[in-house]
């Protein structure tokens, strides 16, 4: 078949496709809208197959196609993720190293999710205030009297989860729409670049700093009375160092047991931090500490080179 005819048939198969979906979003409600993972893959494949300047018309088809037939939630989800699959194809066309492509679409959809929910969330449907509200009388009615025992405010403790439930949702997102692409693409016969091995993976040693010196100071300072904003920023800062802190912490582990025991230990930690979670979180935190601040990580590939650790 000729290049440009099979250009045109898969450029009209990709779009009948996002058509098939807007319909099927129309009839059911706009529950699609809440699997914005699965959007980008049409222009995934195509961009992926022809490049950004060949998946213009087919993107500008679909925007088309959408304003037609979808709700304005709809053009606006439909749009952003076409673009996304736009950016993220083309990425795949140029070579790009998967950690390039994931953090693209996480950063794609993080800034999403932040529109739609934060920004402009009245247009699409979203009240954090409410559902601040709502979680509050849950945890009242299921704790009762013991709510006010807390050494925290529980109003403000569920908002600071709201907001950060916001980036962890396009964080997820973005994780998805890489791994589904990498599984399509893959399955179609692209060449599509590896992914390092999670011993390969670390982090710039000062951010290992900076980290701890958060985690620490915004710990010291939510101790002491402060102002409502302020005691917003610090909560955030805390939760945010000490998740980096234990993904790394939880990494490490990982590695080592892999080489140490040649098992992985991922359900055994799990179950360790699901036993003893008011000391796993700290140990793990300290030990992602360790693994980005220090040449442990180094030395023990230094070592398994070697020979030292078979």
């Not at 129309?26 to 914005?36: E, N, T």
């Not at 704790?143 to 807390?150: D, E, N, P, S």
């Not at 916001?166 to 992914?195: C, D, N, W, Y």
């Amino acid at each position: 078949m000729n290049n440009n005819v099979r250009k045109i048939t898969d450029g009209a198969m990709m779009t009948a496709l996002v058509g098939v979906l807007l319909f099927a979003n129309r009839q059911l409600g706009g529950i699609v809208d809440l699997f914005a993972w699965i959007l980008p893959l049409p222009m995934v494949f195509f961009t992926a197959k022809y490049g950004w300047k060949d998946g213009l018309l087919p993107l500008a088809a679909m925007i088309i196609l959408t304003v037609l037939l979808g709700t304005p939630q709809s053009i606006y989800y439909f749009t952003v993720t076409s673009v996304t699959g736009l950016i993220y194809g083309e990425g795949v066309k140029q070579k790009w190293t998967s950690r390039r492509l994931m953090l693209t679409a996480m950063g794609i959809s993080l800034v999403s999710n932040l529109v739609t929910t934060v920004l402009f969330a009245s247009f699409f449907g979203y009240d954090i205030a409410m559902e601040v509200q709502t979680m509050k009388q849950v945890f009242e009615q299921t704790m009762g009297t013991a709510v006010a025992a807390l050494p925290i405010d529980i109003t403000q403790m569920i908002r600071i989860a709201a907001i950060f439930s916001v980036f962890l949702t396009g964080v997820v997102e973005g994780l998805l729409i890489h791994m589904l692409s990498r599984l399509l693409l893959q399955r179609l016969g692209f060449q599509f670049p590896k992914a390092k091995p999670l011993s390969q993976i670390s982090s710039p040693k000062w951010t290992g700093y900076v980290a701890i010196i958060c985690w620490a100071g915004a710990e010291y300072l939510l101790r002491t009375p402060q102002k409502s904003n302020v005691q917003d920023i610090l909560m955030i800062l805390n939760l945010a160092s000490n998740l980096y802190l234990m993904f790394f912490g939880y990494l490490g582990a990982i590695v080592f047991g892999a080489i140490q025991f040649k098992k992985n230990i991922t359900f055994y930690l799990v179950l360790l931090t699901i036993l003893f979670l008011p000391v796993a979180i700290p140990a793990f935190s300290l030990f992602g500490f360790l693994y980005i601040a220090t040449n442990w990580r180094v030395d023990l590939l230094r070592r398994i080179q070697s020979g030292e650790i078979k």
